[in-house]
């Protein structure tokens, strides 16, 4: 009896052990496959930037080379289309950040009527599909006889980044300690001063956080532009084009370029806050 409980009790330590591993890095294991699952598309993107595809299509791994980052501008096209989507995003993200910064300051700090329905027409950009977008400002540049080109993206995109800019400065002026700025004012400061030196400042981070969002949306867009972009190309027209007719690794490029900017950008902020806090505390 003695020699057969042994093994028994073993195995039931051996499968309490496994059990009791298993719920401890079950979290970790499902994170790492999933942050996995969410860059793998990433890293297939950097990987063939330095493919040497022997044909027009860049699907299959033939061998390394530098000369698609030394000639990223060698496909007829791709400069103009890079150089008109970072005019358009640039523009469209201040604008619109601008402009949403304001619309979550009367909508968080003033009561005015029209207010709840300010609110949804706010939301409304958000949950409505694109090609919704697109169509209805295709119909409407129709309609105004508007000639379609750079101002007709510009508009367009200016019109989906308010939505986004609302939002996050919203969330930022809700938490918003409104006694910080009625000490400025007891100590003698006007409204302006209230503002540039109080209001703004704190308000910063999620100004900045609206602005790189309303530009990563704004060059990223392919709906809405398609619709309204007449006989201009932005980068991802011309990648939507390029694809029909073969792949070129420089579009791999400038997708690796865009994506370690925007990495580099995030964590400079992120250090920036993180010293903040430091000095703060």
């Given at each position: 009896?003695?020699?057969?409980?042994?093994?028994?009790?073993?195995?039931?330590?051996?499968?309490?052990?496994?059990?009791?591993?298993?719920?401890?890095?079950?979290?970790?294991?499902?994170?790492?496959?999933?942050?996995?699952?969410?860059?793998?598309?990433?890293?297939?993107?950097?990987?063939?930037?330095?493919?040497?595809?022997?044909?027009?299509?860049?699907?299959?791994?033939?061998?390394?080379?530098?000369?698609?980052?030394?000639?990223?501008?060698?496909?007829?096209?791709?400069?103009?289309?890079?150089?008109?989507?970072?005019?358009?995003?640039?523009?469209?993200?201040?604008?619109?950040?601008?402009?949403?910064?304001?619309?979550?300051?009367?909508?968080?700090?003033?009561?005015?009527?029209?207010r709840g329905t300010t609110n949804i027409l706010i939301f409304l950009p958000l949950s409505t599909p694109e090609i919704v977008l697109g169509a209805s400002l295709l119909?409407?540049?129709?309609?105004?006889?508007?000639?379609?080109?750079?101002?007709?993206?510009?508009?367009?995109?200016?019109?989906?980044?308010?939505?986004?800019?609302?939002?996050?400065?919203?969330?930022?002026?809700?938490?918003?300690?409104?006694?910080?700025?009625?000490?400025?004012?007891?100590?003698?400061?006007?409204?302006?001063?209230?503002?540039?030196?109080?209001?703004?400042?704190?308000?910063?981070?999620?100004?900045?956080?609206?602005?790189?969002?309303?530009?990563?949306?704004?060059?990223?867009?392919?709906?809405?532009?398609?619709?309204?972009?007449?006989?201009?190309?932005?980068?991802?027209?011309?990648?939507?084009?390029?694809?029909?007719?073969?792949?070129?690794?420089?579009?791999?490029?400038?997708?690796?370029?865009?994506?370690?900017?925007?990495?580099?950008?995030?964590?400079?902020?992120?250090?920036?806050?993180?010293?903040?806090?430091?000095?703060?505390?």
């Amino acid at each position: 009896m003695s020699s057969i409980a042994v093994p028994a009790r073993s195995r039931r330590n051996t499968l309490a052990t496994t059990l009791g591993f298993v719920r401890r890095h079950l979290l970790t294991a499902y994170s790492i496959l999933f942050f996995a699952y969410l860059l793998l598309p990433i890293a297939v993107v950097i990987l063939f930037s330095f493919n040497h595809p022997i044909g027009k299509f860049n699907y299959t791994w033939q061998g390394f080379t530098w000369d698609n980052w030394r000639y990223w501008d060698g496909v007829p096209g791709i400069r103009s289309s890079i150089v008109l989507s970072l005019q358009i995003a640039l523009l469209a993200s201040i604008v619109a950040t601008a402009l949403g910064t304001l619309i979550a300051l009367a909508l968080v700090r003033y009561g005015f009527r029209g207010r709840g329905t300010t609110n949804i027409l706010i939301f409304l950009p958000l949950s409505t599909p694109e090609i919704v977008l697109g169509a209805s400002l295709l119909t409407l540049f129709l309609n105004l006889n508007v000639v379609f080109g750079f101002w007709t993206i510009l508009i367009a995109h200016i019109m989906f980044c308010i939505s986004f800019a609302v939002v996050t400065v919203k969330a930022r002026l809700v938490g918003f300690d409104r006694h910080l700025e009625e000490a400025a004012m007891d100590l003698g400061a006007n409204e302006w001063t209230t503002f540039r030196k109080v209001t703004l400042p704190l308000s910063a981070p999620a100004i900045l956080a609206a602005l790189l969002l309303c530009f990563a949306i704004s060059i990223d867009d392919f709906v809405v532009t398609y619709f309204n972009s007449g006989n201009k190309v932005t980068f991802p027209l011309f990648v939507w084009g390029a694809a029909r007719i073969g792949a070129p690794p420089q579009v791999n490029v400038i997708g690796t370029a865009i994506f370690v900017i925007a990495i580099t950008v995030m964590l400079a902020n992120v250090l920036v806050q993180m010293r903040r806090a430091k000095r703060v505390s």
